[in-house]
């Protein structure tokens, strides 16, 4: 079922973009969900730097990216900066997502290894001295506590927000506080 939503006023290529990015995000969050579920964590383990770069992305079009860089974008190249270039951008500008983004960022090599093919678990499988990657129940907890939640709470809050919900934002932040939810990365 498809819920039909008004975009909102500014619908130039910097806005649709940014929408078109956290969707992309909330949906690859909801995917790591469905897989940790089903006990696939290679695959989620895949899914991290994707997601972390879906919503860079999205943040840095929406918040930091100049006009010319926008343009950029949708010509041939289609050219982002490279991720760490735009999380020092979106930190240097004050963004609210800046803090938990510097953390993120700190993971990226960790994130490098899982996504290229899954290359090192295929290494960590026949190397006769390592251990098999089963990835203990506490990594996926983790991985999803700080991770997952993170990104998927932030996408739909920016999805909100930029789509004129943000009444419906106010109350979701409302419930969190009520959960005690921690909503960043852990320290």
């Known amino acids: 079922m498809t819920s039909k939503c008004d975009l909102p006023e500014d619908t130039s290529r910097r806005v649709i973009l940014g929408l078109c990015l956290l969707q ?14 089903k006990d696939v964590p290679t695959a989620v383990w895949s899914l991290a730097r994707p997601l972390l770069e879906g919503f860079v992305r999205a943040i840095w079009i ?22 760490s270039d735009a999380i020092k951008s979106i930190s240097q500008s004050g963004s609210d997502h800046a803090r938990w983004l510097d953390l993120a960022n700190e993971k990226l090599p960790v994130l ?12 960590r499988q026949f190397d006769g001295t390592n251990i098999r990657p089963d990835y203990p129940v506490c990594h996926q907890l983790d991985f999803l506590d700080s991770f997952v939640k993170p990104i998927l709470l932030n ?9 004129g919900f943000g009444e419906s934002k106010n109350m979701l932040m409302s419930f969190v506080a009520v959960l005690d939810q921690d909503v960043d990365f852990p320290r």
């Open 62 to 83: 929406l918040e930091c990216a100049k006009e010319q860089a926008v343009d950029e974008v949708y010509e041939e190249e289609r050219k982002f900066p490279k991720l």
């Open 155 to 163: 996408s739909g809050l920016e999805l909100l927000d930029r789509l």
């Open 112 to 123: 490098n290894d899982f996504v290229h093919g899954g290359i090192q678990t295929c290494i």
């Open 24 to 37: 992309r995000t909330h949906l690859i969050a909801h995917s790591t969900l469905i897989l940790l579920e």
